[in-house]
C-alpha cells in the first residue's frame, strides 16, 4: 500500500503521522510511506521584488524541513520507512497532483492545519484534497 502523509507542521498533522505508523504495523504489509510539505508562495509576491529567488527557495527548505521532524520522528519510532518531498505551490493541487502522478492508495492529512481565516474563507486544504483527489483521504483530528 502506498500512503502520503501530508505534513504542515500542526498538531493535527503530527496526530495523523502517528496514525500512519499504526495503521502501517497493524497492516503486517509492505507499506511506502511518503511525507510531502507544501508551501504556497503567492503571498511572497511583494518579497520577491527585494529577494533572490534562491533566498526564498531556502527559506521555504528549511521551513518543510523544520515541519516534517516530528512526523519523521513518529515514523521512525513506529519502525516505518518513509521517503519525503518539499513542493512549492497551490498547496491542495500539488499533493493531489503526487497522488496521481505516484499512484497512492491512500491520502491520510490532519484535518486542522497551520492556517486560519484564509482558510475559512477559500476552504481548508483537507476539505479541497477530500473532495478532489481520486484516491480515498483519512482525515485525522
Known sequence: MKIL???????????????????????RSKCAVTLISVHD???LGH???FVAN???DDYL??????ELKGAQK?????????SMVIK??????EIIALANKEKFNLIVMG?????????????????RVSNTAKQAVLLIK
Open 41 to 43: 508562495d503567492a503571498g
Open 47 to 49: 518579497v520577491k521584488q
Open 5 to 27: 502523509l501530508p505534513v504542515d507542521g500542526s498538531k493535527s498533522s503530527l496526530n495523523a503521522a502517528k496514525y500512519v505508523g499504526k495503521l502501517a504495523k497493524d497492516l
Open 88 to 93: 512549492r505551490g497551490n498547496i491542495a493541487n
Open 111 to 127: 484535518s486542522k492545519g497551520r492556517s486560519g481565516i484564509f482558510d475559512t474563507m477559500m476552504g481548508s486544504v483537507a476539505q
Open 61 to 66: 527548505r528549511e521551513l518543510s524541513e523544520k
Open 74 to 82: 513518529a515514523l521512525d519510532a513506529a519502525g516505518v520507512k518513509h
Open 54 to 56: 534562491s533566498v526564498i
